[in-house]
Nanobody, 122 residues
Framework: QVQLVESGGGLVQAGGSLRLSCAASGRTFRDYAMGWFRQAPGKEREFVASISWSGVFTYYGDSVKGRFTISRDSAKNTFYLQMNSLKPEDTAVYYC???????????????WGQGTQVTVSS
């Protein structure tokens, strides 16, 4: 069982940066790959980034590649999404999630956080 809590969202101007955090609890956190997804109003939830259980392998959605960086600190049971060069189209609720396999598919993720709002003004 894994419980996830996101933080770090907020309002930022275009071109700015934010770092999202996802604190995980549960004994088996280290066994899980972790992912970030986002959902804008009226749109489907989309994949943003994922990181393997080891932290070695990362994968990004095309819209954020080169601007966002996912990382994890297993000692702190926390993983992060550093978001740079933010654009208004990055505005969404961001969710962290845990999966036993590193994947881009939403339905492969077993555990989800409650979401944190990111708003990028133009």
């Amino acid at each position: 069982q894994v419980q996830l809590v996101e933080s770090g969202g907020g309002l930022v101007q275009a071109g700015g940066s934010l770092r999202l955090s996802c604190a995980a609890s549960g004994r088996t956190f280290r066994d899980y790959a972790m992912g970030w997804f986002r959902q804008a109003p009226g749109k489907e939830r989309e994949f943003v980034a994922s990181i393997s259980w080891s932290g070695v392998f990362t994968y990004y959605g095309d819209s954020v590649k080169g601007r966002f960086t996912i990382s994890r600190d297993s000692a702190k049971n926390t993983f992060y999404l550093q978001m740079n060069s933010l654009k208004p189209e990055d505005t969404a609720v961001y969710y962290c999630a845990a999966s036993l396999a590193q994947t881009t598919r939403l339905y492969d993720y077993n555990y989800w956080g409650q979401g944190t709002q990111v708003t990028v003004s133009s």
